[in-house]
């Protein structure tokens, strides 16, 4: 199968085509089933990846590390504090010194235009794990998740509620496009994805046969669904906007009545996690006092009810990651 991304760097989901993007899913299938059997082969034998982490992260990290050392690849850790980047040595002098050592990079952080500088000049594939603007790697997850579920990609249902100008609002918009779901977000107006990134998605809808429809209300959003999607209220780095918006989002939080409002008794719910769904974290608790709710976008009913594919989600970002690096690593 000679799919060309030897060398290319994912800093978005429209950085594939649909054909790129089925065979990404396919290989993440096939490494599954290899690793289940105990018969994965060393790949990236010889090859190092950088990882570098401005933000927290468990599953982004974890899967790009076990996914590299299941391969025979070595994983090189970098967070924030360790490195010179963006404080004494620029992310251009960062991009080419890591470029000459390491066979991929992968990124986390803040801006998008961080991670463009990288890729522009490392020289090597990069990898965006996760900016403001975009969280690629997820949705190759989401959607070998909602194949693995409905069977098929062309025009299985897909509902987001919750905040759709986020990374992952727009993550999910444009790959349900690239991959020709049938795609409806309920968000209130002021967090619907900006009116470029539509386009965009529009413009690939056109061609996969993808519908896409943006509104308000969650009955008509989740009526018929296939899966139920939703992400947290308030991104890493906009803590500070929670009150603003548990107001605004209140009346988008998956319940066991919005789960039920899809008519479908086999709708799947999905999160691409962290969540807060009780008050058994810090940030639950504090969410407890200040709000007077156990949960923000999620009930935690629905996040443990057995229509919940969260950790089966979780799991398949390290097929889908393991196969990005096979497909443009070896
Ligand atoms: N879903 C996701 O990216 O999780 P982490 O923040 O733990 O990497
Ligand atoms: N929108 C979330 C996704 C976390 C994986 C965030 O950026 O914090």
Not at 108 to 124: K, M, P, Q, T
Not at 172 to 194: M, S, T
Request: glycine share 10%.
């Amino acid at each position: 199968m000679g799919m060309n991304l030897l060398g290319r760097s994912i800093l978005k989901p429209a950085d594939l085509s649909h054909e790129e993007l089925i065979y990404v899913l396919d290989l993440a299938e096939q490494l599954k089933r290899l690793k289940a059997a105990g018969s994965l082969t060393p790949l990236l034998q010889g090859k190092s990846v950088a990882l570098l982490f401005e933000k927290a992260s468990t599953r982004t990290r974890c899967a790009f590390a076990v996914a590299c050392a299941q391969l025979g690849a070595h994983p090189e850790f970098l967070g924030k504090d360790d490195i010179h980047f963006g404080k004494k040595e620029s992310v251009r002098d960062t991009a080419r010194v890591l470029g000459r050592m390491f066979d991929g990079i992968e990124y986390r952080g803040f801006g998008h235009g961080i991670v463009e500088d990288l890729a522009r000049d490392a020289g090597v594939p990069v990898y965006n794990g996760l900016t403001d603007l975009w969280h690629p790697t997820q949705v190759l997850a989401d959607l070998m998740t909602i194949r693995s579920h409905v069977g098929s990609l062309r025009h299985a249902r897909l509902a987001y509620l919750g905040d759709a100008r986020n990374n992952m609002g727009n993550s999910l918009l444009v790959g349900a496009a690239l991959a020709g779901l049938d795609f409806r977000i309920a968000a209130p107006a002021e967090l619907h994805p900006a009116a470029e990134i539509v386009q965009d998605a529009q413009a690939l809808a056109a061609r996969t046969g993808a519908r896409l429809a943006i509104g308000e209300d969650v009955e008509q959003a989740v009526r018929g669904a296939d899966a139920i999607y939703t992400d947290v209220w308030a991104s890493m780095g906009e803590e500070a906007k929670l009150a603003e918006r548990v107001a605004l989002l209140r009346p988008y939080q998956v319940t066991g009545e919005v789960l039920a409002a899809s008519g479908n008794p086999d709708a799947i719910f999905m999160h691409c996690l962290p969540a807060i769904h009780d008050s058994r974290t810090a940030l639950g608790r504090e969410v407890l006092q200040a709000y007077g709710t156990e949960g923000l976008e999620v009930t935690d009913d629905v996040f443990e009810g057995p229509q919940s594919v969260v950790f089966e989600q979780a799991e398949n970002r390290l097929h889908t990651i393991g196969a990005l690096l096979v497909a443009t690593l070896a």
